[in-house]
């Protein structure tokens, strides 16, 4: 069975440091997998396809196979960063996993 | 165009109360499905759709049925509403096939249910 794994219940870091926020995940299949992110009791928002290989505010996440992990990294974090980070992953037809989030405090 | 509409935004039940939260799309989109959001938890699925008449269950199914007339509508039933039920809603859409899913998903802006 799928499942999408975010050790990471909170990560706090300070404005301008690195952050990197870790999603590992268990498929049989090849996987196709997003990033979404919620601001604060707003609706889920795409972040990251796996596939177009595209960079958003900043954000990037690179698939490895080997590893299976698909971590998002961003090399300085902002304040308005801030906000609920989840990895999904696409199983079956259509259906997407998700994994329990990671809140991002980026203070000051 | 609207997207995603969730209705109503927030309610409060009764325990053994019934009540319909609806979901609307107008992209199109052959794909919906429901998921609640519970802390620590994450988003887990209750039931989903690829079409009009079908649908079929998802992780957290107990407590909730729904039914797909239309291309547009998803509502999700309450039947006998329950503390445990006390969550986030969120309905979201997509396409299939040759255009998804592989463009994500489209959120709803939630349904807050609180049971008492």
């Known amino acids: 069975a799928q499942r999408v794994t975010q050790p990471e219940k909170l990560l706090s870091v300070f404005k301008g440091a690195p952050v990197e926020l870790k999603c590992n995940y268990s498929y049989s299949g090849s996987p196709e997998l997003f990033w979404y992110v919620q601001y604060s009791r707003q609706r889920l928002q795409l972040l990251l396809r796996?596939?177009s290989r595209e960079s958003i505010k900043g954000f990037t996440a690179d698939l490895n196979k080997g590893e299976t992990s698909f971590h998002l990294k961003k090399p300085f974090a902002q304040e308005e960063d801030s906000a609920m980070y989840y990895c999904?992953?696409?199983?079956?037809?259509?259906?997407?996993?998700f994994g329990k989030g990671t809140m991002l405090l980026v203070s000051p | 165009n609207a997207g995603v509409t969730q209705t109503p935004k927030f309610q409060v039940l009764k325990t053994g109360q019934s009540m319909t939260l609806q979901c609307a799309q107008d992209m199109n989109h052959e794909y919906m499905s429901w998921y609640r959001q519970d802390p620590g938890m994450g988003l887990r699925l209750i039931h989903y759709?690829?079409?009009?008449?079908?649908?079929d269950q998802g992780e957290v199914p107990n407590g909730y049925n729904v039914s797909r007339s239309t291309t547009e509508d998803f509502p999700l039933r309450l039947l006998s509403a329950a503390p445990s039920q006390t969550s986030v809603y969120f309905c979201?859409?997509?396409?299939?096939?040759?255009?998804?899913?592989?463009?994500?998903?489209?959120f709803g802006s939630g349904t807050r249910l609180t049971v008492v």
């Open positions: 999904a992953l696409i199983s079956g037809y259509s259906t997407l996993t």
């Open positions: 979201a859409s997509s396409p299939v096939g040759d255009r998804g899913p592989f463009f994500g998903y489209t």
């Open positions: 796996h596939i």
């Open positions: 759709s690829v079409g009009a008449g079908i649908t």
